[in-house]
């Protein structure tokens, strides 16, 4: 039965715990990498924890576990010190004693080694381990003297980063172009606008939320007088010519008319503002009241209409602050759509008033034993309920300020409600509630989703499940109807639901044999028939990941998936994740389009933002679909996949290539930024920056010449200075403006390159602009550190490091000396 007193401990459980457990505020843990070695012909790691007693009592060889999050696992057979290492639930794993263990004196220590896949950073390293103790089972007790040791594994090598930076070239920064992203066309005056005051902003009232923007834009470099003479700044809602998007703008600064902006729509005055921005001086406003504005006429629009960003707030919570900051980012980079990823199996993110427990259980993780008051911890949340990260939701208050924050700066914001997949929260929450159940008490399938969950995907043939999403919709459209913002995009989720489901319930296979149907494999489309009849009432058409577009089948006795045309000739989006090279499903997108769906790009080979910027341990993120640095996303060439992945091109033989009539259901690309690993300050915009940059060009900016060249040597030399540019616009104007305008930021600062020639340290870094700092006595580089004005002498260890404009380190590259 489940206990759903739990959050209100009684202070005799409390008491027991600690009469139970002397020894459990003093032991101290320890988890360090050992090596690496192959096994089963794979690489492996060897690590080990070590646990000691620091109190004066020993600790029992029975009666208790070390519980912690870890996104691995231990190789069966491979635990030694007398002690197994068992899977809990998803990333929750369990330190317990076995017979080998004779108790723990004071003052001594264990090695508890094991062997588990090779781990790549330290994301995947133990956290937030706890004790529970089995006298109080419901008590989880955190290991605060904990230290997973970092590792070293250079893979991108100091000599290999340098390799990488060689190709890129310092440009000057008068030579750079003056916009970001890539504008269409641009003409620069010789002269420039001298502005003394705030000029006077001239709009109808249609643009009085651009014109609010514009006097902030301004004001830190002009102040708020007003005087005569100071020629005015004029938006305007007309057509542009040549260019059919609501988005398109033009943007004329002239040194006697002053500034005109004028969008085919109110956003296209607010991208003009934002390319306005990108004039201003980089170096911030001066003490002396007064700017200069480069002489320039534009006309600009966007390739794409949709130009997106994805943030998972379900696996870690980030709350509203953070969210309109990063909104603030997408604007400015003129990126139109926010996909808040709401729900999944460790989190239900968002208040529903009339479905209470969705939060009051699936917004909250600790320490459990049957999910019945809160969710179990995941991804080092630990056992205390209620901390940041783990616990948190959007009160129905924060999201209407979400959403109307996010209009006022043009974007759309599409939440989205995972399901069947993907949902042990909502099942956990809704498992009391009879009218929204959404599992059948009754179902013994086994399954094993992707995240290692046997309990997370919705019962399709219940109609408490149907009474659930009509809810939980209605809830939603309700919400954007009082922001004042209607809600027009709803994602439904659809990915990765496990083999083995559904196989065990009554309820499902009674429904098979009344509706004489041969396998569950056909309830998506029942499933997924009755979602698009909720949404149509709601007057939305149903948007989701790769799957919800596909039927399983088979080809030659393999399974194989192939578009679903019954769905297709209804509307329906399909985000487009998987272009893994080798995996089958290289060209899914442009069979999807071509077949009629309608595509948003997502590949998670270019635009998955969580994946890790490279091998080195120092990075943080994922690698399950290779790496993601500032690269990735500038080479995405999102209508000739194949030009975007090094690898042998035979992998793409006999692949599908869009269609014409398939370019025209691509609608957009979209970056990802899963958060199973964004559990810690600054993380977030740390994944995200720089490499926003690169899908804020390749959504807005047409093709760039290197792409379209066929001729190799050509393009190579094309691409060498698009590259060149964009590094050199990044490192010596935007990122320094982020620096001075967005207090805090915590972008990725590019880590040197170095290479020994002639006895002689040569540095390089990937985005000219940022300063190079060095030690050669083998300490770190501070801001007081001697600047990099050459190479260096090769004695000793040396060490470079790269610093923003305010002082803040990179990671550090070091080379040593032979002795």
Known sequence: MRNRLLPVLPTLLLALAASTGAAQTALQLRWELVGDSI????????????????????????????????????????????????????????????????????????????????????SFLPRGPYIVFDASKDVGVPLKDYVAVPFERPAVTPEKQF??????????????????????????????????????????????????FAAEYLRPYVGTTRKGGVPPLRLDVGPVAGQPSLEAYTLAVDPVQGIRI?????????YGLQSLRSLLPTAGPTPRPGLVVPAIRMVDAPR??????????????????????????????????????????????????????????????????????????????????????????????????????????HIEVIPEIEMPGHARAAIQSMEANQQYRLSDPDDRSVYTSAQGYHDNVMNPVLESTYRFIERVVGELVAMHREAGV??????????????????????????????????????????????????????????????????????????TNIPNPDFAARGWRAYVWNNVPGGGAEDLAYRLANGGYDVVLSPVSNLYFDLAWNQNPEETGLDWGGYVDLRKPFQFIPLDYYRNVPVDPSVFAGKDRLTDYGRAHIVGIQGNLWSETLGAEGRLEYMLLPKL???????????????????????????????????????????????????????????????????????????????????????????????????????????????????????????????
């Open 163 to 212: 390799a990488l930076d060689s190709v890129i070239r310092a440009i000057p920064a008068s030579e750079l172009p003056l916009v970001f992203p890539t504008a269409v066309e641009v003409t620069q005056g010789t002269r420039a606008l001298h502005l003394t005051a705030m000029p006077s902003v001239e709009a109808p009232e249609a643009l009085k939320n651009e014109a609010a």
């Open 262 to 270: 004028v969008g085919a729509s109110p956003s296209g005055v607010f």
């Open 304 to 409: 794409f209409g949709y130009r997106g960003f994805m943030l998972d707030v379900a696996r870690n919570f980030h709350p509203k602050p953070v969210v309109l900051r990063t909104l603030d980012l997408l604007a400015r980079y003129k990126l139109n759509v926010f996909h808040l990823h709401l729900t999944d199996d460790e989190g239900w993110r968002i208040e529903l008033p009339s479905l209470p427990e969705l939060t009051a259980l699936g917004a909250r993780r600790g320490h459990t034993l049957d999910s019945g008051t809160h969710l179990p911890p995941a991804f080092g949340s630990g056992p205390d309920v209620d901390r940041p990260w783990g616990s948190g939701f959007y009160s129905r208050a924060d999201y209407v300020d979400i959403l109307r924050y996010a209009a006022a700066r």
């Open 486 to 559: 209607p809600l027009r995009h709803i994602h439904m989720g659809g990915d990765e639901v496990p083999a083995g489901v559904w196989e065990g319930s009554p309820a499902v296979q009674a429904y098979l044999k009344a509706h004489s149907l041969t396998s569950v494999d056909d309830l998506w489309f029942v499933f997924y028939g009755r979602v698009e009849h909720i949404l149509k009432t709601q007057d939305l058409l149903p948007s989701g990941w790769e799957e919800i577009a596909v039927r399983k089948t088979h080809r030659a006795g393999q399974p």
């Open 693 to 819: 940059f690169g899908l804020a060009e390749r959504a807005w900016a047409p093709d760039p010449d290197w792409a379209r060249e066929r001729d190799p040597a050509r393009a190579d030399s094309l691409y060498r200075e698009a590259w060149s540019r964009f590094v050199n616009v990044l490192g010596q104007r935007e990122l320094p403006r982020l620096d001075r305008e967005v207090p805090g930021v915590n972008y990725r600062i590019p880590t040197p390159g170095l290479k020994v020639a002639d006895g002689m340290v040569h540095c390089s870094v990937e985005l000219p602009g940022f300063t190079l700092r060095y030690t050669t006595d083998g300490s770190e580089p501070t801001a007081r550190s001697s600047e990099v004005r050459g190479p260096i002498p090769f004695r000793g260890t040396v060490r470079v490091a790269a610093f923003t404009t305010t002082g803040r380190k990179g990671h550090t590259a070091h080379l040593t000396a032979p002795q």
């Open 39 to 122: 096994a089963n012909d794979r690489g492996a790691s060897r690590a080990a924890f070590t646990l000691t007693n620091r109190d004066t009592k020993a600790l029992a060889p029975t009666g208790w576990a070390i519980y912690y999050s870890a996104l691995h696992g231990a190789g069966p057979g491979t635990v030694g010190g007398g002690f197994t290492i068992e899977d809990v639930i998803a990333d929750l794993h369990r330190l317990v004693p076995a017979a080998g263990f004779a108790g723990l004196a004071p003052g001594a220590s264990i090695r508890i080694p094991y062997l588990t896949d090779l781990l790549l950073n330290a």
